[in-house]
């Protein structure tokens, strides 16, 4: 195995830039441009590179040059060194316009599927140049970016407060049932009997297990005939569109699909209840000017028509118990 020993404080700023330069473009002459170098120097940087890191970076294939293996894998991480070093350095504004910065979100799939298309399309508009990463939340913050870098925001039904991050509620939902606008039941009255009865498919994300929908029925004394199980709400809502099953699903994101699928909505026969939905950050990203933009563009999606209106609202703590999750 190859150990390479690096003394941190013998490194130069400029050949990080000429990395970042050399695996963006993939060729010496267009990166020194990039740069401000001349292809001789650049040529004399990435020579520098390859003895640093070990790795020829770039290697001539037929005509042209192309990334190794390694310079492949060090793309994305050199990329955003680069970015965090640059904001070290650049005083504390952030331009939308003119900013190439990547957000990391972590959202639950519920609140993907129901806030990234607005999300993105708000960022697109602004922010043309950013980008945005979006990772699973899985039931609790330590969780859900383990041995990954911290998140610029955070939305899910964490319904506690989290040493280290600010909470704030965003919006409310409820459950519904969701069918086909030709199932055989669209006409029919669903009473709690012709609701257990149907077939089912479960949705049992990451963060549950098992659906918090068979867990509170077991509370309450019932249990659905479950069919089929999807990890991901828009797998069911799609399953449900071109099958006799049916699927309890949160109300704005069914109605959010509901046309496109043409499906019907009707409410389940017992008392749902409802639960939250909230925006978490951590307190070290407080007041950083490209957070705050992102907070506030995810403040305005959530308050979107939409997915604003409120869903009839009922108190049923164990539907709440369901959703909300631990620290």
């Keep these: 195995m190859y150990i390479l020993s690096v003394n941190i404080a013998s490194l130069n700023l400029n050949l990080l830039a000429a990395l970042d330069a050399l695996l963006q473009e993939e060729s010496v002459s267009r990166a020194g441009m990039k740069v401000g170098l001349s292809q001789p120097a650049m040529s004399h940087s990435l020579e520098k590179l390859r003895d640093l890191l070990g790795d020829p970076l770039l290697v001539r294939v037929g005509g042209k040059m192309e990334l190794t293996l390694r310079a492949q894998s060090l793309r994305p991480q050199v990329r955003d060194t680069v970015e965090r070093v640059r904001e070290i350095f650049v005083s504390d504004t952030f331009i939308p316009a003119l900013s190439t910065r990547t957000f990391r979100i972590v959202m639950s799939d519920y609140a993907s599927n129901l806030l990234l298309p607005a999300l993105s399309r708000s960022m697109q508009a602004q922010a043309p140049a950013t980008r945005i ?195």
């Excluded at 399953?239 to 389940?268: C, F, G, M, W, Y």
């Design 133 to 327: 990463e979006i990772h699973p939340w899985r039931g609790n913050i330590a969780a859900s970016f383990q041995n990954a870098p911290l998140p610029d925001a955070v939305v899910a039904c964490q319904t506690q407060d989290v040493p280290g991050f600010k909470r704030e509620f965003l919006f409310s939902d409820r459950d519904i049932c969701v069918l086909r606008s030709n199932h055989p039941l669209c006409t029919k009255r669903l009473d709690l009997k012709t609701f257990l009865n149907a077939a089912h498919v479960g949705v049992v994300p990451v963060e549950f297990t098992p659906d918090p929908i068979d867990e509170w029925l077991e509370e309450l004394g019932h249990t659905r005939r479950v069919i089929a199980s999807v990890p991901h709400y828009m797998d069911a809502l799609h399953l449900v569109a071109q099958s006799d099953l049916i699927a309890v699903i949160p109300e704005r994101l069914a109605r959010a699909h509901s046309s496109i699928l043409n499906l019907v909505n009707k409410s389940v026969p017992l008392d749902v209840g409802s639960f939250d939905e909230y925006l978490l950050h951590s307190a070290r990203t407080h007041a950083d000017a490209g957070c705050v933009w992102l907070r506030n563009l995810i403040r305005n999606v959530s308050n979107e028509p939409r997915i604003r209106a409120k869903p009839t609202r009922t108190s049923n703590p164990a539907v709440h118990r369901g959703r909300s999750v631990s620290i």
